[in-house]
């Protein structure tokens, strides 16, 4: 069975005055089951993701890292710490600031073994991370990493609709998400379609 996702209202796609048109829509040979960062099995999960979550980091077009969510990165001489700016003009989709607990709660949640996230394998490095501020981050590592940056690139979670650290993966979160993102899910049918909108207050 194929599985249809539409998109509405992609900017550079669509013109003023073509902005009656149709959606642009394409198929995956799979529906994706979920739309969580910590529990991707698919390459179409993946794919929605990449719409729907940020991460601190991503790679420019000559694959190097530059910020995303974050504004700036200050590593400590001895490469053991790091302390990351946020961006403060970045909103969830539901209107909630995009903050420093935010971030602190994404890597607590795929740390927690109870969380069960294949996901957790990605920040094992990262032996501590704390909110210095509303909008900065201090990680401590656990060797010197020589561009923390690089590894910085995992999607963040809203802190504030969840409770605890731990996330189910039967969480309803998991078709109903709320990322910072280009687009938002406006509808997520089970072996049907998904529907995304542009996002406003989006991080791009």
């Known amino acids: 069975m194929r599985f249809s996702t539409a998109i509405v209202g992609i900017l550079g796609l669509l013109t003023a005055s073509s902005a009656a048109a149709a959606p642009f829509r394409y198929v995956e040979d799979r529906a994706p089951a979920i739309i969580d ?3 991707t099995t698919t390459m179409g999960e993946a794919r929605l993701q ?4 940020d991460g601190l980091f991503t790679d420019d077009r000559n694959l190097k890292s530059t910020p995303l969510l974050a504004s700036g990165i200050e590593v400590s001489e001895d490469r053991l710490s790091a302390e990351v700016t946020l961006r403060s003009d970045v909103r969830w989709h539901d209107g909630q600031p ?4 935010d971030v602190v709660f994404t890597i607590e949640a795929m740390q927690n073994p109870a969380t069960l996230s294949p996901e957790g394998a990605r920040v094992a490095w990262i032996t501590s991370v704390e909110a210095t501020g509303p909008h900065s981050v201090r990680f401590t590592f ?3 990493q020589p561009n923390p940056a690089d590894r910085l690139y995992f999607k963040i979670l809203p ?3 969840f409770q605890g650290t731990v996330v189910r993966r039967n969480d309803p979160f998991h078709t109903r998400p709320i990322g ?4 938002r899910i406006e509808r997520f049918e089970t072996d049907h379609s998904i529907a ?3 996002a406003e207050g989006a991080s791009r």
């Open 50 to 53: 990449e719409l729907v979550f």
């Open 159 to 161: 802190a504030h609709v």
């Open 142 to 144: 656990d060797r010197p």
């Open 196 to 198: 995304l909108s542009k």
């Open 98 to 101: 995009f903050r420093a607990s």
């Open 37 to 39: 960062p910590l529990f």
């Open 180 to 183: 910072t993102g280009p687009y």
